[in-house]
């Protein structure tokens, strides 16, 4: 029973210390990414306002900036959009593939196993109902995607 338990562990956390270090990598070198685009887009905005101050005059210049700023911002918008929708779809289409496949081989022998453990351990009973309902949760699409 506890090679069960311990399959059942490692197949609903898997390696959670290498997931956390790459947490961690991925957001400080996110930020500093960040920092660096950043300055990069102000330089760009500065550069263009001075080019077209210089042709046609400061208030003109800040118009075409704004307007730069509002259609990329749209464009922007749009493409969220457009890739939310097929996230979507394919959410869809991955859960009703799995509900139409069945359940897995590990969640069939634990439901051969858990009239055992009833009769043996109450405490372990209910450890082993909660793996189970989140495993049966996992193979059917609900939480978190799998890592692309």
Known sequence: MRGLLQQIVVLALGNVST???EVKRRAIGGVIASVFFLTAYVALVMALAFF??????PVAASL?????AMAAA????????????????????????LAARGPDPVTGRLIAELPVMMRDSPIVTTIMVGSLVYVLARSRGFGRGPRS
Not at 52 to 57: F, L
Not at 64 to 68: E, F, K, L, M, S
Not at 78 to 94: D, F, G, H, I, K
């Open 52 to 57: 077209v101050a210089s042709e046609a005059g």
């Open 19 to 21: 997931t956390v270090v």
């Open 74 to 97: 749209l464009v922007v918008l749009a493409v969220v959009a457009v890739l939310n929708r097929q996230m979507e779809r394919r959410m869809l289409e991955r859960q009703a593939a």
């Open 64 to 68: 075409v900036v704004a307007g730069a």
